[in-house]
């Protein structure tokens, strides 16, 4: 029996465990969860999901406890990483916010695009809609907007997974993945499973060849 990933989901706020009962409901990988809160919970994983959630409050409390580098570390030498909705706008490189602009909180900035913030209003403008996602199943997948940001410019390595109206809304970069919805709260777990492939795929080719 190969030994369990270890899946690491951002707990300083958000959809914590909605995201820890969505990996636990995949039956094709084995993985074993873990609330991540500091640096030392980042170095023994195989993947992490940064959750939706508030991403000012996020990204302050990252750097307070000194998240922000360790996590751009880690992403940067290859860690599959996950992020959805507010999980996004920290990935980014660069956010705004369509009422109030330049936003200047903490950002990983280890994906190459430009998040607006709050694009489809507040929370009271929060709906559902199906979304044809590029990844094995993810036809008319059940995408939940909830103060949903959106992906406005994409860089040179950045491969679109999904538009909304037209809007990119699903991305990809290398080992990184970013939603503007929530795919913990649709019922499927093909989006927590697709990154338990990355992260299965990157253990086989980080592990020394004596190892394997």
Sequence with gaps: MSESLVVGVLGLQGDVEEHIKAVESV???????????????????????????ESTVMGSLSS????????RDRINSGLPVMGT??????????????VVGETNQ????????TVERNAFGRQRDS????????????????AVFIR???????????????RFEGN?????????????FHPELS??????????????????TARPIGDR
Aim: with cysteine; glycine share 14%.
């Design 27 to 53: 039956r094709t990988n084995q993985a074993e969860v873990s609330v991540v809160k500091d640096v030392d919970g980042v170095r023994s994983l195989d993947a992490l999901i940064i959750p939706g959630g």
């Design 64 to 71: 307070v406890k000194g998240l922000i580098p360790a996590l």
């Design 85 to 98: 909705c507010a999980g996004m706008i920290l990935l980014a490189r660069r956010t705004y916010d369509r």
């Design 106 to 113: 903490s950002l990983i900035g280890a994906l190459d695009v």
């Design 127 to 142: 709906f559902e809609s199906r979304v044809d996602l590029a990844i094995p199943g993810g036809e008319g997948f059940r």
């Design 148 to 162: 949903a940001p959106l992906i406005r410019s994409v860089g040179g390595g950045v491969s679109e997974l999904g």
């Design 168 to 180: 990119v809304v699903a991305v990809r970069q290398g080992n990184v993945i970013a939603f503007s």
């Design 187 to 204: 019922g499927s777990a093909i989006v927590h499973e697709y990154l338990l492939g990355l992260a299965a795929s990157h253990r086989r």
